[in-house]
């Protein structure tokens, strides 16, 4: 499959949208799917405080909820997705056990979610409790949850239609020895993401996928060989774009790196505590080619809209 790749650079959150007219002319029919994304919001319901020394009176979670409405106005096919660690961070984690932020991703409609190590911190039976109250979808591949009570309540995939596109969509994390108390996780298998990753692609594809994101809890890249978003992209095949976290890494655009078959694999992370959202608008032509602009919004007071 041939795709032609754009990557642009803005500070403008219109500019996600805009296509090279050259491009457009060329194919017969378009689809547009605009994913939107987060990652380690880390239970950041308010924006930080005004008085924060490097990001003052930015993030919260009305001014996402404003942004990501906003955009599904303007925009007929619409994924928001989120790569971990939603939980952990401030005192509504420690008081609410987790629903609050399950109660408001749902508000805010995600569609698709992985999981993070602080996932693990209220255990798995709290993690279930707590998923009582989330309305989305919870993937991850290389986990073995079944002899666990998470083992109904997370997928190793899904498939969501867009526009007449099939969305292979599945998860991957990290190892957790170390990060999480044993008692948090008991009865998980950790297994090999790389291999993980190529069987989910083998089974999306089987379901005819026309696109695959990978959630991904890996970390962007560290200074040893130690497993990452960017061993991912270049270890595996058929993944189009990995969404990220763990490393609260932010990238103003995708990184475009080539998988074992010499083919562009997009990795994207938007920071944390709820700062960015995440925005990549992939233009597919009649033939699956695609154009592929991606950036990075900040959620100041300037993108307030409630």
């Not at 998923?131 to 309540?153: C, I, P, Q, R, W």
């Not at 998988?259 to 709820?274: A, C, F, P, R, S």
Request: net charge neutral; charged share 25%.
């Amino acid at each position: 499959m041939k795709r032609r790749l754009f990557i642009k650079q803005t500070g403008i959150l219109a500019g996600a949208a805009m296509v090279a007219p050259s491009l457009m002319s060329a194919k017969k029919k378009e689809t547009k799917l605009v994913i939107l994304h987060t990652n380690d919001t880390h239970s950041n319901i308010d924006p930080f405080p005004k008085n924060h020394a490097k990001f003052p009176d930015m993030g919260g979670v009305s001014r996402r909820a404003a942004l990501i409405k906003s955009i599904r106005e303007q925009e007929d096919n619409v994924l928001l997705l989120d790569a971990g660690d939603i939980f952990q961070g401030t005192p509504y984690f420690n008081k609410f056990k987790g629903v609050l932020e399950m109660k408001t991703m749902s508000e805010m409609q995600y569609d698709v979610v992985t999981l993070g190590n602080h996932d693990f911190d209220i255990g798995i039976d709290g993690y279930v409790k707590a998923k009582e109250h989330g309305t989305f979808k919870v993937v991850n591949a290389n986990y073995d949850l079944s002899k666990t009570a998470m083992h109904s309540h997370v997928e190793p995939h899904v498939v969501i239609k867009k526009g007449g596109l099939k969305i292979g969509i599945f998860g991957v994390g990290i190892d957790l020895d170390g990060l999480v108390a044993k008692e948090n996780t008991s009865g998980l298998i950790y297994n090999d993401p790389v291999a993980s990753a190529n069987q989910q692609v083998a089974l999306l594809k089987q379901k005819g996928c026309d696109y695959i994101i990978c959630l991904s809890h890996l970390g962007f890249e560290y200074p040893t060989d130690k497993m990452s978003d960017k061993i991912l992209a270049q270890k595996t095949e058929g993944i189009d774009l990995i969404i990220g976290g763990h490393t609260h890494t932010f990238l103003d655009a995708p990184v475009v790196l080539k998988n074992t078959k010499g083919e562009d694999v997009l990795i994207n992370q938007v920071g944390y505590g709820g700062l960015h959202l995440g925005r990549i608008d992939i233009q597919f032509s009649t033939d699956l080619n695609k154009t592929t602009i991606g950036e990075c919004v900040p959620l100041t007071s300037k993108w307030d809209l409630a």
